[in-house]
């Protein structure tokens, strides 16, 4: 059974504020006031350093001792966007090669868009499992608001800069995977100003259907999850699913939405390791990560995790 064995995690101190992309994105001060009063989302995590250094600096917030390090067999580099610098470098790598894990296999997973954490995430435990010895993967996630649909999503969410790393192992007792659902939506691949409507008109709806399947697929209710730990796109596209699916929005962990931003697929992570350091999950304690993205189609995926 697949498990997050450790996670690291590297968020910079440095901000940006949605004032200062008024001008870039012709923002009205009332859509300025919008972001700010109601979706709660003010400003998002931004660095001067490169992709490489990001990645690095999650890897070594991983702490991997070294027996660990022999064991990772691969590297999945979960990323929301195809192309995350100009060619010929290559982050992922060099990332690799600083941390000292240049023996494994190491490849992106982006088919998914923003939620292609959880699809990286079951890909290791399923590559771990068809091994079947005590080999291990790590998933790394986090980019750079390099472009201006990479900053910003007009109406909805700012993008911020961090990274994060998953020790996933194939068995063990720690963070246990019970399920995982991954919803498919191919009539959203088109161009984004076409589709956006419909795609908020169902998002809730569909956010909310990945959650209540991923939880009856391990057998629970959803009075059995102690907590929800989401994608930070924002707070109001979480409180509407929850009032649809009848979940108590106070243990969603929301609170590095309007601080961090929408950290690509390293929010999952992230929410994680606060949750653990907050004391938010118990031994025991059943919980459920949540994600959508939206590129060539959308995906609304969801997994339940015992901690």
Not at 188 to 197: I, K, N, T
Request: aromatic share 8%; with cysteine.
């Amino acid at each position: 059974m697949t498990t997050l064995a450790a996670v690291g995690t590297f968020v910079p101190t440095e901000r940006v504020t949605i004032e200062s992309y008024a001008d870039a994105f012709d923002l009205t001060p009332m859509q300025v006031r919008v972001f700010r009063r109601y979706h709660k989302l003010g400003a998002a995590a931004r660095s001067s350093a490169p992709l490489t250094e990001l990645l690095r600096l999650a890897l070594e917030d991983l702490a991997l001792t070294g027996e660990q390090r022999g064991r990772v067999r691969y590297v999945l580099y979960a990323r929301t966007f195809p192309v995350v610098v100009a060619y010929p470098r290559n982050p992922l790598h060099d990332a690799v090669e600083a941390a000292g894990l240049g023996h494994a296999q190491a490849f992106a997973v982006g088919q998914q868009a923003c939620a292609s954490g959880l699809l990286a995430v079951d890909l290791a435990g399923r590559l771990l499992a068809a091994d079947g010895d005590d080999g291990l993967a790590v998933v790394l996630a986090g980019e750079k608001a390099f472009t201006g649909e990479a900053r910003f999503v007009p109406e909805t969410s700012m993008f911020g800069e961090g990274a994060a790393a998953c020790l996933v192992a194939a068995s063990g007792s720690r963070d246990r995977l019970l399920s995982y659902v991954a919803r498919l939506r191919g009539e959203f691949d088109g161009d984004l100003e076409e589709v956006a409507a419909e795609f908020q008109r169902i998002y809730h709806d569909a956010l909310g259907e990945a959650v209540t399947a991923a939880v009856a697929k391990a057998g629970l209710g959803l009075d059995d999850i102690a907590a929800i730990l989401p994608h930070n796109v924002n707070q109001v596209a979480w409180q509407r699913t929850c009032k649809r699916i009848g979940y108590p929005l106070d243990r969603v962990l929301l609170e590095h939405v309007a601080d961090f931003g929408h950290v690509f697929c390293a929010d999952a992570f992230i929410n994680h390791r606060t949750a653990v350091e907050r004391g938010l999950l118990r031994p025991g304690d059943r919980y459920v990560i949540a994600a959508a993205g939206a590129g060539r189609g959308a995906t609304f995926s969801a997994m339940v995790f015992e901690h």
